[in-house]
């Protein structure tokens, strides 16, 4: 077992039940306390931009579909609430990173571009934000990078069955 904080639980937790089965804890737990540390560090190259990864995030989904999209399909790209994906949209039209178009058919439904900044923006961040994960992943190996990668996966595609992708 590794020495990390969900270690000392887990022994913790063993000291005082001792027929206790904690390894979901020890999964879980580990994965739970990775994100946390990960949301701590904020994304560096992000941050100096002055996005958050869930702006961030928009901006990707626009630029990967190269096309428009409405809020509704910006919601189910980045897991998000459709009041999340508006109060995003927002921050980012007024810093002139994305436009918003009507539809011509139905008023009610707007259509997401990137703006040539926004454009310009992601081109840029985006291999600085890949380098900036690199460097957190460093401690790791390449077959153990490939490795979690394949089991993360795995653990993901089982919770999105069965939990149906939980919104954030």
Request: hydrophobic share 40%.
């Amino acid at each position: 077992m590794t020495d990390d904080i969900v270690a000392s639980v887990v022994r913790q937790w063993q000291a005082v039940n001792p027929g206790l089965d904690t390894g979901p804890m020890e999964i879980i737990g580990r994965i739970n306390r990775c994100a946390a540390l990960l949301q701590q560090a904020e994304d560096a190259p992000l941050r100096s931009a002055g996005l958050t990864r869930a702006e961030f995030d928009l901006l990707g989904a626009v630029r990967r579909t190269d096309r428009e999209l409405t809020p509704g399909e910006l919601a189910r790209e980045t897991f998000s609430s459709g009041a999340a994906v508006t109060k995003r949209l927002r921050a980012l039209q007024d810093r002139a990173l994305v436009e918003r178009r009507g539809d011509d058919r139905d008023r009610r439904v707007a259509h997401v571009r990137l703006t040539d900044e926004g454009r310009a923006l992601v081109d840029r961040l985006l291999p600085e934000q890949l380098a900036y994960e690199r460097t957190v992943l460093a401690g790791l190996d390449e077959g153990a990078r490939d490795e979690l990668g394949i089991r993360l996966g795995e653990l993901l595609v089982q919770l999105e069955g069965r939990l149906g992708g939980a919104r954030r």
